[in-house]
């Protein structure tokens, strides 16, 4: 969403040619043009608007694999105020921190702030958390993995290009987590998302197939969402499809959102309809006028408490 045009930007990639294309469409769904191929709406980084006119600019600074990198510092956070450049957050040297501008290669920020005009995000490969506001950037913690699963210190700020190339190459499987996104808060409460250079096409129940986690900053606790039971409150139907599995859930204003194919809700509840189930009526007429085909379905849910 282009929040300064009101607009929807929709990127689509297609694998086998290689090609991305670039559509813009109105609020409404009206399409407006595109940007063309191989062309970004954007320029090189993401806008998120924090309030009061403020909004926190994510430049790209990733390196090309093989590259030496720059010897200059880029801040991975601006606070712009409308288009003047306000302050910058969190310096690196893509020279001095190579490994880290090359494996990592991009800041995942979420597509707004919160109610209180923070953004949270997780320095890739470091899995430090930082509260983001226009005012500061405050390191809340850091995110620890296994060694097995992390890319170490010796390789994050190295300056040896060979070295971090090599590295690279051993990143592009499930297994090795390259940043942490859809950082977000309620209460107690810490939600986010792992994310891996390829990701499994279906929900597991195995370790390298979790993406979505809860953590419960007061008893030290976490858990997956892949793992989490469907009960009443869903009308013991999924709530987290294979689209949210692998881009994660959204926050916004008080809501958290998902998305379901079709296909996954019918084959779900043809397994329910012997059990004398009562769907709420906006179920009930979903099931009644569409089919396995039909568009994919966005999942509201509020959280408890």
Known sequence: MDGEKQNIIVRSYNYNTNNESVDIYSPIGVKLGQAGKNKSAYPAGRKISLEDNFSAFVPDFSVPVGEPGVDTVYNLIQIYQKD???????????KKNLGFCTIGGALSVPNTADDRG??????????FLYKISKDTAIKLGQFIFPADRSVSDDIIYSEDKNAVAKAFKKTSGIKTILDVSNVFFHKNLLFFKINTRQFTSFQGSEGVYLYNFVYDTSSGKAFSLERATIDSLSAYLPVLGNNSHVKGLVNYKGY??????????????????SGNIKFPAVIEKYFATQNRKSNPVIVRMRIKG
């Open 118 to 127: 923070n953004v949270y995000v997780s320095t890739p490969l470091e899995h």
């Open 256 to 273: 958290i959102y998902s998305t379901l194919s079709s296909f996954q809700l019918f084959s779900a509840y043809d397994k329910l309809k």
């Open 84 to 94: 003047k450049l306000i302050r910058s957050f969190l310096p690196y040297n893509q």
